[in-house]
């Protein structure tokens, strides 16, 4: 059975730190790109950063550039997002993802196939 | 960055209705846009992928069609288990980017 189970959220102060987790089971880790998508209470999905299978091809969205940092340890099957100067607007449950890729004669398409059940960061004075 | 933008942004729908959401891109994406269900509480699930693939698993009633910049995702006979809401995500350049949603209530 695919598992992913996030961990590391909390309630911290603005301009605080906060480092996530996602251990992954049941799936080869290693051979999966993997992303960050955050969700703010009562809106809707935002993709925040993805990692490459390797971890050479690293991304992110505009709104954490600079401030978070993705990683993966493939020989322990977990992801990690490192969450710095943390805003108000950072307030969210963070989802880790694993994207498949699915490939034809022409083309290669991505699909998130696998979700954790998220962990709620709270950033409040 | 490439946005999408979803309509209607609510709709509300009776069991066995058919029900059509758009999704439009501010550039072409070929057919690199995927379909999402999520229910309160719960992680998103992938409904389709590649514009119009059905994702292993999920029901036949479900379908996606579209390339470039306009895309839809019909449900053909709407039932109890699909009120939640659907979102789009287009997988063709970063920053990905997700639409707004569209929540499909119970008319």
């Known amino acids: 059975e695919v598992q992913l189970v996030e961990s590391g959220g909390g309630l911290v102060k603005p301009g605080g730190s906060l480092r996530l987790s996602c251990a992954a089971s049941g799936f080869t880790f290693s051979s999966y790109t993997m992303n960050w998508v955050r969700q703010a209470p009562g809106k809707g999905l935002e993709w925040v950063s993805s990692i490459s299978s390797s971890g050479a091809y690293i991304y992110y969205a505009d709104s954490v550039m600079g401030r978070f940092t993705i990683s993966r340890d493939n020989a322990k099957n977990s992801l990690y997002l490192q969450m710095d100067s943390l805003r108000a607007e950072d307030t969210a449950v963070y989802y880790c993802?694993?994207?498949?890729?699915?490939?034809?004669?022409?083309?290669?398409?991505?699909?998130?196939?696998?979700w954790g059940q998220g962990t709620l960061v709270t950033v409040s004075s | 960055d490439i946005q999408l933008t979803q309509s209607p942004s609510f709709l509300s729908a009776s069991v066995g209705d058919r029900v059509t959401i758009t999704c439009r891109a501010s550039q072409g994406i070929s057919s690199y846009l995927a379909w999402y269900q999520q229910k309160p509480g719960k992680a998103p699930k992938v409904l389709i992928y590649a514009a119009s693939t059905l994702q292993s698993g999920v029901p036949s009633r479900f379908s996606g069609s579209g390339s470039g910049t306009e895309f839809t995702l019909t449900i053909s006979s709407l039932q109890p288990e699909d009120f939640a809401t659907y979102y789009c995500?287009?997988?063709?350049?970063?920053?990905?980017?997700f639409g707004g949603g569209t929540k499909v209530e119970i008319k």
């Open positions: 993802a694993g994207e498949r890729r699915d490939c034809n004669s022409a083309n290669c398409y991505s699909i998130f196939d696998y």
């Open positions: 995500q287009q997988l063709d350049s970063y920053p990905l980017t």
